[in-house]
């Protein structure tokens, strides 16, 4: 099956332009912007210095001296009218990176886990069960370095954002709101569920590039002891804590 992409292009500023290719989160369309990018990255034009997927668009920076606005334009004009030409479908059977996250939910490191079992009518063992049970595709990463936006949730979890955010979420806390679960690559504020804890460090200055996850990927929660976690935690600590993910085929999922 072929399908169209509805895509519009946008100025921000003078220096970077936004490729839209819907108005709507979901994996197609989320799907056609990361194979664009790609595309544009291959292309290799003279001028252009970075691209920012997000969930349903591209932003596309660029060097103005380097590089005319409207010869930009018509590149990516014809770079879009070749991804309508494409099979649609097609791209959202591509083969990735599956990352098998180890996931702590010892309520020591899942201060919100109770909270949300009493706001779901769960227990929390069904909590953690309906989370890990899912293999979430990695939409975007954003708000913090190497923060994946990662999707979607069970509809059973899907709760607002916390009514007062916590002000330091630990490094590698992960937490749901919304259709959403994240990683927190770092200690920060945050406003979502915190619901479990990876000691596996998702954002590394030593690493190239620093993060561990990209937009495409896909992650599994895999439940491990509090023990576990502390073991894993602390060979983090010292550098010797290494994750490699395995191929990843879209057909092959429930």
């Known amino acids: 099956m072929q399908a169209s992409p509805a895509s519009r292009i946008l100025f921000s500023g003078d220096t970077a332009m936004i490729v839209e290719f819907g108005d709507t989160v979901d994996r197609h369309v989320n799907a056609l912007v990361l194979e664009f990018a790609h595309r544009v990255e291959r292309a290799a034009i003279p001028g252009i210095e970075e691209l920012v997927p997000t969930f349903r668009s591209l932003m596309v920076h660029y060097e103005p001296l380097l590089l005319e606005p409207a010869d930009l334009m018509a590149r990516l004009k014809e770079m879009i009218a070749g991804l309508e030409a494409a099979d649609m479908a097609g791209l959202l059977e591509q083969s990735g990176r599956l990352w098998h996250m180890p996931t702590c939910y010892d309520e020591a490191v899942a201060p919100d886990l109770a909270e949300v079992a009493a706001r779901t009518g ?9 989370h890990s049970a899912e293999t979430y595709h990695v939409y975007m990463l954003g708000y913090l370095p190497g923060f994946p936006y990662m999707g979607n949730v069970p509809s059973r979890l899907v709760l607002p954002k916390l009514a007062t955010p916590r002000l330091k979420v630990p490094v590698g806390g992960i937490a749901i709101a919304g259709e959403m679960t994240a990683i927190y690559p770092m200690e920060s504020p945050g406003g979502w569920y915190l619901i479990g804890r990876t000691p596996v460090p998702i954002w590394d200055l030593r690493r190239d590039p620093p993060a561990l996850i990209a937009p495409g990927d896909k992650v599994k929660f895999d439940p491990v002891s509090l023990d576990a976690f502390a073991a894993m935690a602390a060979r983090a600590a010292e550098g010797s804590l ?5 191929p990843f085929s879209s057909g092959a999922h429930p």
């Open 122 to 130: 769960m227990t929390a063992s069904q909590v953690v069960d309906c």
């Open 242 to 246: 290494t994750l490699a993910p395995e």
